[in-house]
């Protein structure tokens, strides 16, 4: 259910790209880490879920989501301060005043003089 959702909400925005898939995909995920907590486990030895009894291990999904997101925003911040202190975030505000097309790459991107 939930990877339709997000593939709907995908298909109205009229976009079509890779980060459709991994949208969805990543909602999907996240949804089923914490609905695996919530299945029955029928034909197993001991009380696996919510639903069997074990109210806890759905905190301990919503804890494993809350620890994957938060190392993913660590290791994202890290990664964007390497790159600024590397090569920097942002142009210089003269490059933004010529125009980046030829500041950065040389070339006008737009020719409007008919």
């Not at 880490?33 to 299945?39: E, G, I, T």
């Not at 125009?99 to 409007?112: A, F, T, V």
Request: hydrophobic share 45%; net charge negative; aromatic share 6%.
């Amino acid at each position: 259910m939930e990877l339709f959702v997000a593939m709907q909400k995908v298909s109205s925005t009229g976009l079509a790209s890779h980060f459709s898939f991994t949208e969805a995909h990543t909602n999907a995920d996240r949804f089923n880490a914490v609905n695996d907590a919530l299945k029955n486990a029928a034909g197993q030895p001991q009380a696996l879920g919510l639903v069997d009894g074990n109210g806890g291990q759905v905190l301990n999904q919503v804890i494993g989501c809350a620890i994957a997101w938060g190392l993913a925003i660590v290791g994202s911040l890290v990664i964007l301060k390497i790159c600024d202190v590397l090569v920097g975030l942002r142009v210089s505000e003269e490059d933004e005043k010529q125009g980046l097309d030829l500041s950065q790459h040389g070339e006008e991107g737009y020719i409007l003089e008919a």
